[in-house]
């Protein structure tokens, strides 16, 4: 059997609620009630995991295709159902995927990490600012942040923690192994909202904040980077120390690490070619996506940033870095076109057939009704619902494709500055990845390594949440209005 009973039939049971017996509100049309139900249905298959999502996606677009929810007429249907496949943001995400796979390929990933810890890792803390750092140095350029924080970052975590003894199975985990997981993981959700490029939702949240402000505010890779630096380095910086303070480690100083680092180094040898044209590819895209040509040069030479990603890719399959076959085994590059193309389907059509707007109204109502004064009491309200209801979702994706374009526009609507609330939201849709081990792909990788126990990694994980997002308020919120974002 190709999919888990259970679940399976729950989501279908929620569909078919939704479609036959819930009667559309007034307000909402019947194809914009049934596209939800195949919606809230799709969801709950995703969040039950009831099929790999991108087999998921597939049935989406098929039940979008073959009940005409878009158009009555079957070649528009399911002209509809493929429409976001030429999305230029999905195909971003897709090829720096890709391109991403040229770090551990090359081994440049590895040798950043060893790099950093070489420098700074005399100390326990140092360990954990090495790491932080070389999760920001990848960040950019590794969409898929569970490929960063559980397949780059977390080996040479677990090979630092080993060297000191530090081994879950024989329950000396907290020497420095507890400590080095939990700042491990905490530095993901940090880079990965500090560009659009770190993680795979954050062009979903561009596409419907941009769909919400009919397209007044756009979310460019430089804007996003600009906005997010600051709050997201001074989270950089305080996030080590608070788990410090929360789970000491028994081992303080570790000038072994050190040498640690510079042997696994020396074992590397002499930086590769590969490793070099990498480099340079990085250093491209970096100054294409932050608009340097035509800052300096003129707007002529202007690039967007998926076709950035192409020539990107294009370097390294013409200098051999990369070959097809490797494109061929990046199975979450072509796994995330799929389904990140059919939710971004599904949202695009339940904003343009009016449901989105519905929904926001009612959410705006219901605050409304509480007597709160100003937009500020109601827009906190939403941000921490949005927040932490990631409790109930196993997915970011998920949730944001839920949640976001709703919760938005009710924001919008209750008076809040379009540019501060749409990078308030963005910056809670990866914050809630602290949450949990299910939170995101990271999430059961390095949980799953035995370091922390499920209660010490719930209580690290609702503490960040609540750290991080008072630096996103205040410092953010500052920071933007320096900006004149706001």
């Known amino acids: 059997m190709g999919f888990k009973p259970i679940p399976m039939a729950i989501a279908l049971a929620i569909g078919l609620l939704i479609w036959f017996v819930i009667p559309a509100p007034e307000g909402v049309t019947p194809n914009a009630w049934h596209l939800l139900a195949l919606f809230v249905a799709t969801i709950a298959a995703i969040i ?39 999305s230029p943001l999905i195909w971003l995400i897709g090829v720096a995927i890709m391109i991403s796979r040229g770090l551990i390929k090359t081994g440049l990933g590895a040798r950043i990490g060893y790099g950093f810890i070489a420098l700074v890792g005399k100390h326990t803390l140092g360990i954990g600012y090495a790491l932080a750092a070389a999760e920001l140095t990848i960040a950019p350029v590794t969409p898929s942040n569970t490929a960063r924080g559980g397949g780059i970052i977390h080996p040479i975590m677990r090979g630092i923690a080993g060297s000191f003894g530090s081994d879950p199975e024989k329950g000396t985990q907290n020497r420095i192994g507890r400590y080095l997981a939990l700042v491990n993981y905490h530095a993901n959700p940090i880079t990965s909202a500090m560009f659009i490029t770190a993680t795979a939702p954050n062009p979903l949240v561009v596409k419907l904040v941009a ?70 590819v990085f250093a491209l895209l970096l100054a294409l996506w932050a608009g340097v040509p035509e800052r300096v040069i003129g707007d002529a030479w202007a690039v967007d940033a998926t076709t950035a990603a192409f020539v990107g890719l294009g370097v390294l399959l013409l200098t051999g870095v990369l070959d097809w ?63 932490y209801a990631h409790y109930m979702f196993a997915s970011t994706t998920a949730h944001i494709t839920a949640m976001f374009g709703a919760f938005y526009a009710a924001g919008l609507a209750l008076g809040a500055p379009p540019f501060l609330f749409a990078l308030l939201m963005a910056a809670a849709s990866n914050i809630m990845m602290t949450l949990t081990h299910y939170a995101t792909g990271t999430s059961p990788v390095i949980f799953g390594s035995g370091y922390t126990t499920l209660g010490e990694w719930w209580k690290a994980g609702f503490v960040m949440s609540v750290v991080l997002i008072a630096v996103w308020v205040l410092v953010g919120a500052f920071w933007w209005k320096l900006l004149g974002y706001w």
């Open 48 to 86: 039950g995991k009831a099929m790999p999502i991108g087999a998921l996606a597939m049935l989406a677009i098929t039940l979008v295709a073959l009940t005409g929810v878009t158009s009555d007429k079957p070649a528009t249907a399911i002209a509809d159902a493929l429409s976001s496949f030429a």
């Open 325 to 387: 076959e490797d494109l061929l085994k990046e199975k979450s590059a072509w796994d995330t076109v799929v389904w990140f193309s059919a939710l971004v389907m599904m949202a695009t059509y339940l904003n343009k057939l009016g449901l989105i707007g519905w929904l926001s109204k009612s959410i705006e109502a219901g605050i409304g009704g509480l007597g709160l004064e100003g937009w500020v009491p109601g827009c906190s309200l939403l941000l921490l619902a949005y927040l």
């Open 211 to 280: 769909d919400a402000t009919g397209a007044q505010v756009q979310l460019s890779w430089g804007t996003w980077a600009l906005a997010m630096l600051l709050p997201g380095l001074v989270a950089l910086v305080l996030m080590p120390l608070v788990i410090y303070w929360l789970y000491p480690p028994e081992i303080k100083s570790t000038p072994d690490a050190a040498h640690f680092a510079r042997d696994k180094l020396q074992e590397m040898g002499p930086m590769t070619r590969g490793e070099k044209v990498l480099l340079g």
